[in-house]
């Protein structure tokens, strides 16, 4: 009888540990129907957030505010995920393109991004970017920016080095990519990583890295990722975001690990941000250390298509005291693409807004505590703007790139890991205020 009464006990506190546990869980994971799906789509949201807030977003975003709509924007599907902080909706694709959809963000990466208000008397949240007229939220990522932009929203890619091969690897070609247990889970329980202090949740995607279409000899499956002729290559990833409550902020992190032969030799590895290019008013970039223009081979001029460079010109509370700011020329421009980017080994940060437009810098600050040494000196911060796109017009790419030397190429072999983190923020900044409206002297 004493051990029987000792083992309810136990398992009294047990229950009120486990009790415990679920109530100071500060996320809601669950699947919400929307007019596109029959079985739903799985949400995650901050506890705080009423369920019907996130609801009315999504029905924006599908259908506009009318619900009788005949045309949809069809960006969503059933097996992708939505994150609602209290500053962002973030959208994470698992599609491809056997699924018929045209939006290429797959393996569960960065598909869109929206800036959302946080009512804190209400707890509702609404759109801050939302046209009452057209009833349309702009993301801040290229894919949703525009009712037929359908593009990327991020990307993470890279190429082999062979002389028979040419072939792009990257988490839009995944193979068997799933969502972990660990999703939806306070960072706080898991690790002592960023924001796991704030309420943060912990987002991860696995998969196996898939290759484009096959070009060359040396690739032998959509899945080898050694371009050696006659050995097959297998390599896994796991895609982390880190996504706070209350912060304009999160971070995106990817790891690589070569579980048969290698991964690679690869010529590059990149995690690129694809973002609208807003008219009227130009784009400023903003960047530390400057910017040096990349002529390529199509380009017929030498002149820098950014100008009138100043020094902290619209904010100074970034993680990067010193930020160099250049307006970009917004005119047609013969060539298709205009490329700058930080000197190798130097970028800390990269940014690209338009106070003009009322568009924030969103930046990006990598985190090189984890690359191989051999790209110590070679990785860089690059910033494109193409301009000529007939299906998608103009458009910008923010790119943290490990090899900027041609002819240099990294090798992961059987058991290692390749890992790259990048930490995205949007700060908020106005064009200056006029001289002749300034006070004081």
């Excluded at 050995?231 to 999160?250: D, H, Q, S």
């Excluded at 103009?394 to 990294?410: A, D, M, P, R, V």
Aim: hydrophobic content about 35%; charged content about 25%.
């Amino acid at each position: 009888m004493k051990f029987s009464g000792l083992a309810l006990f136990f398992c009294f506190i047990l229950n009120i540990s486990l009790f415990s546990f679920s109530y100071s869980q500060k996320w809601i994971d669950t699947k919400l129907n929307y007019s596109n799906s029959s079985n739903g789509i799985r949400v995650i949201y901050h506890k705080e957030i009423p369920e019907k807030s996130t609801k009315n977003l999504i029905r924006i975003i599908e259908n506009g505010r009318d619900l009788n709509s005949k045309t949809k924007n069809n960006l969503f599907a059933e097996n992708d995920l939505l994150v609602f902080s209290k500053k962002y909706l973030y959208w994470f694709s698992l599609s491809n393109k056997s699924q018929g959809r045209v939006v290429r963000s797959a393996g569960g990466l960065l598909a869109g991004l929206w800036e959302l208000e946080f009512n804190k008397k209400t707890n509702k949240i609404s759109f801050k970017n939302f046209d009452k007229k057209t009833k349309f939220a702009k993301s801040l990522l290229l894919t949703g920016s525009s009712k037929n932009v359908k593009l990327f929203g991020q990307d993470i890619f890279g190429g082999y080095k062979s002389k028979n091969t040419r072939v792009i690897w990257g988490l839009e070609y995944s193979k068997n990519v799933k969502i972990t247990k660990k999703t939806g889970k306070d960072i706080l329980s898991l690790d002592k990583g960023a924001y796991s202090s704030d309420e943060g949740v912990f987002i991860q995607f696995s998969g196996i890295v898939g290759n484009s279409p096959l070009i060359g000899k040396g690739i032998e499956t959509e899945t080898d990722t050694d371009p050696r002729k006659g050995i097959v290559g297998k390599t896994i990833f796991e895609l982390n975001y880190r996504i706070p409550a209350e912060k304009l902020e999160f971070v995106t992190e990817v790891e690589f690990k070569a579980v048969k032969n290698n991964f690679g030799p690869i010529s590059n590895s990149y995690i690129s941000m694809y973002l609208p290019g807003y008219s009227p008013n130009n784009m400023v970039y903003a960047s530390n250390p400057e910017l040096m223009p990349i002529n390529t081979a199509k380009e017929t001029t030498k002149k820098n298509f950014l100008k009138d460079v100043s020094v902290n010109k619209y904010f100074r509370n970034s993680a990067v005291k010193r930020s160099f700011f250049y307006d970009i020329v917004n005119r047609k421009s013969k060539s298709s693409k205009n490329t700058v980017r930080t000197p190798p080994g130097r970028g800390r940060i990269l940014c690209l807004g338009s106070p003009l437009n009322k568009i924030g810098f969103l930046c990006g600050y990598p985190n090189n505590d984890y690359i191989p040494k051999a790209t110590y000196e070679e990785y860089v911060l690059e910033m494109n703007q193409n301009n000529n796109s007939k299906k998608f017009g103009k458009f910008h790419t923010l790119n943290y790139k490990l090899l900027s030397s041609t002819g240099k190429t990294i090798t992961i072999n059987q058991g290692q890991k390749l890992t790259m983190i990048m930490r995205y923020k949007l700060i908020n900044a106005s064009a200056p205020l006029p001289q002749n409206k300034r006070s004081g002297k």
